[in-house]
């Protein structure tokens, strides 16, 4: 049985840091492109990065070039996002998503989330 | 970015019609088009990607079509269990992105 199991979330100070984890199972991670989406509360779902099967292909959105940091480690089938310079907006349920493709393509199984909340 | 725009935002329809629902990409995206469902407290499941093929498990009621900028998702026959909110996404680059949904309601 496929699964992706996020960690890390919690209550976090504005200007700080997170690293979030995913831990998979159930697949062959190192085939497989990675993601993490995020769910600020009540809104849709929003893209924050994406790495390739092989760990050597990373993207974000421009905006957040230098704040937010993609990794994976096949030996251990999981997957990493670190976010500075936390501020309130960072405050979503984050997703760690699986994608159909080694490449750029769609996920096609998620995990049930990890809530991070950035306040004072 | 790719801006993914969908309409309408709600769309009230009673089981057993069909409803189509739309989403508009800012610059051709092929066929790098996924659409999902989520219902409240669960993540987003995958219904259909490269624009019109289902994914695993998803019934025949679910179908898309579309290709560079236009894209549908048609449900026939509504059933119950279908009432929740929809999301495309365009997958072209690796800068991905997300419309930003139209929930279904029950009229």
């Known amino acids: 049985e496929m699964q992706l199991v996020e960690s890390g979330g919690g209550l976090l100070q504005p200007g700080g840091s997170l690293r979030l984890s995913c831990a998979t199972s159930?697949?062959?991670?190192?085939?497989?492109?990675m993601y993490w989406v995020r769910q600020r509360p009540g809104k849709g779902l929003e893209w924050v990065a994406g790495?390739?099967?092989?760990?050597?292909?990373?993207s974000f959105p421009d905006s957040e070039e230098g704040r937010i940091t993609i990794s994976r480690d096949n030996a251990k089938s999981s997957l990493y996002l670190e976010i500075k310079s936390l501020r309130s907006e960072d405050t979503a349920l984050y997703y760690c998503?699986?994608?159909?493709?080694?490449?750029?393509?769609?996920?096609?199984?998620w995990g049930q989330g990890t809530l991070v909340t950035v306040s004072s | 970015e790719i801006v993914m725009t969908q309409s309408p935002a709600t769309l009230s329809v009673s089981p057993g019609e069909s409803v189509t629902l739309s989403c508009r990409a800012s610059?051709?995206?092929?066929?790098?088009l996924a659409w999902y469902q989520q219902k409240p407290g669960q993540a987003p499941r995958l219904l259909i990607f490269?624009?019109?093929t289902r994914a695993t498990g998803i019934p025949a009621r679910f179908s898309g079509s579309g290709s560079g900028t236009e894209f549908t998702l048609t449900i026939s026959s509504l059933q119950s269990e279908d009432f929740a909110v929809y999301f495309c996404?365009?997958?072209?680059?690796?800068?991905?992105?997300f419309g930003q949904g139209t929930k279904l309601d029950v009229k």
């Open positions: 998503a699986k994608g159909l493709f080694g490449r750029s393509s769609p996920a096609d199984f």
């Open positions: 996404h365009q997958y072209r680059n690796w800068q991905q992105t």
């Open positions: 159930g697949f062959n991670f190192e085939d497989f492109a």
């Open positions: 610059q051709n995206i092929n066929n790098n």
């Open positions: 490269s624009a019109s």
């Open positions: 790495i390739n099967y092989q760990g050597n292909l990373m």
